[in-house]
């Protein structure tokens, strides 16, 4: 398999996603701005999206996908066919007992996560906590399917199934909020209206793809048959591994937890500045971490339960190779160029310049920390490969632990605001990433190839070329300013196209062939 090839479909159809995202957010933005009720929505959104990152895409899925491709590895497709369905019986009757604690317990969750909110905030918050909560549920068996279909090498599917529910929310925002406001309902609600639909439409999506490769969960619906279930050894193995995965991933959300609070204290908008800076630190992690994350976890637990130590480890480095070569000068772009994005991508209706400026400089601190947000896609999956989700568990209580000490010196005593909340993240994840690394090279799990050095300096030549270019544009335009929304956004396709072919011609003048990636695994 061409992992260049199949890392670049995934990354097309995450490209959709993120973009349609991003739409979706300048809708947020427009319609709706940065004020209390949309620190409500983020809110709301987050509560059922931690627990979707927690119980689904994040632990379930980490402790999922190894066990499920080295059963297949070693036992083929029967034995594997049996464990989906075992798994997926589990998981059904474990996400019905959490929808309905959910929904039950909003008020609670509301308070752990956003008790600065105004009253009036605050009760919407939990209003559309309801009314999303199932989206937990539809999130959860969405991950099982596409662990099922990337282990088949099906990646298309799971890829481009986050873009029903940005057209969702865009179709509810634009279409519903109106209405809503009409008949004297609150016009945020839409947003959550949306969300709740977009899950269900994109559960929906799984079920041809299954259907055609026989896959399809048959779930047990009684007492005995989740009995049965929960006794198949492959499900004890799934559990056993998801503890610690759960705790690690539990880790990341609790932070996520404490910095919504933090945030919510910094003042009004805050909750939202940050959020609208994140969607844009998805773009590279999304596009390029979650695509090798998703390309690179099947090969290697493949390679691992065959005792390929050698290919093993040449998978990693190809990963940390593309990862250099494509996260870097994507975090020198958020680095000099932050205000320039933000403007032409958000300002206009109820987003102000001044929000301009608190996001940009969210953007900013994400951007110091890029490349370990991407790294960690890559270096993890070494240890999930290897049914070791400990170790990967340690080094994020270490970073929660220190993001903690880190925001309390940016953000209350240099004061610096929801940047210091950003800078955090990043900082964080940079040693996050620089552990696991080092973890994975005394395992012996991973030795670099010949070559680094030179590569690593081609790379950094390239990025201050493009850096200087994007640091130019930057002062010389007038970005900020809200009018000739055309004019701005036909310069800022100049501007990132010709930073591209600064970039990738600084990388064939100093002799990098870029063939080399295109790799076969």
């Known amino acids: 398999m061409n992992l260049l090839r199949t890392a670049s479909v995934v990354s097309v159809f995450t490209l959709l996603s993120r973009v349609t995202g991003l739409v979706r957010e300048q809708m947020v933005a427009g319609l709706f701005g940065a004020n209390a009720m949309t620190d409500a929505f983020q809110v709301a959104f987050r509560i059922p999206n931690m627990l979707r990152r927690l119980f689904a895409e994040g632990a379930f899925s980490q402790a999922f996908v190894p066990a499920l491709a080295g059963a297949r590895a070693k036992d083929g497709d029967e034995a594997t066919r049996s464990l989906i369905d075992a798994v997926a019986t589990v998981l059904l009757w474990a996400l019905l007992a959490t929808c309905a604690i959910g929904v039950v317990g909003a008020p609670l969750l509301v308070w752990a996560l956003g008790a600065g909110l105004p009253d009036q905030a605050h009760d919407a918050a939990v209003v559309m906590t309801r009314w999303m909560f199932p989206y937990i549920g539809c999130m959860s068996l969405v991950a099982l399917a596409a662990g099922v279909l990337n282990t088949w090498k099906r990646f298309i599917v799971p890829a481009v199934t986050p873009v029903l529910l940005n057209l969702s929310s865009i179709a509810a925002g634009y279409g519903l909020a109106p209405v809503l406001g009409e008949w004297g309902y609150r016009p945020i609600y839409a947003l959550a209206i949306g969300v709740m639909v977009g899950g269900v439409l994109q559960l929906a999506l799984q079920v041809p793809a299954l259907l055609r490769l026989g896959l399809m969960p048959r779930f047990a619906l009684s007492f005995a048959g989740l009995r049965r279930a929960a006794s198949n050894e492959g499900v004890h193995r799934v559990l056993r591994q998801m503890g610690p995965a759960v705790l690690g991933v539990g880790v990341a959300q609790l932070s996520l937890l404490i910095n919504t609070q933090i945030a919510i204290s910094v003042g009004e908008g805050a909750a939202s500045w940050l959020t609208y800076a994140d969607r844009l630190m998805e773009f590279p992690t999304a596009l390029l971490g979650v695509a090798l994350g998703v390309v690179l976890t099947p090969q290697l637990a493949a390679s691992q339960a065959r005792g390929e130590a050698a290919e093993y480890s040449a998978l ?12 870097l000068p994507c975090a020198v772009a958020l680095l000099v160029f932050a205000e320039p994005l933000v403007a032409v991508l958000y300002q206009r209706g109820a987003f102000h310049s001044a929000d301009v400026a608190h996001t940009a400089r969210a953007v900013m601190g994400y951007g110091v920390g890029l490349m370990g947000l991407v790294g960690i896609k890559v270096l993890a999956p070494g240890f999930y ?4 989700t400990r170790t990967p568990v340690r080094i994020a209580v270490l970073v929660l632990v220190l993001t903690q000490v880190l925001n309390a010196v940016f953000v209350f005593w240099l004061q610096i605001g929801v940047a210091g909340l950003s800078l955090s993240i990043g900082l964080g994840a940079a040693i996050n990433a620089a552990l696991l690394l080092m973890g994975l ?18 790379v950094v030549v390239a990025c201050a070329a493009m850096g200087a270019l994007q640091w130019w544009l930057a002062r010389h335009f007038d970005w900020v300013g809200g009018h000739h929304e055309l004019r701005r956004a036909g310069w800022m396709a100049m501007s990132l196209g010709g930073s591209a072919l600064v970039y990738f011609a600084v990388l064939l003048g100093t002799g990098l062939n870029l063939r080399q990636f295109a790799r076969r695994g």
Do not use: N
Not at 385 to 388: H, I, K, L, M, T
Not at 441 to 458: I, N
């Open 316 to 327: 990693l480095d190809w990963g940390l190779r593309m990862a250099l070569l494509l996260a």
């Open 385 to 388: 490969a290897r049914q070791d």
């Open 441 to 458: 090279r005394r395992l012996g799990s991973y030795t670099p190839a010949p070559g680094w050095l030179l590569f690593f300096l081609r």
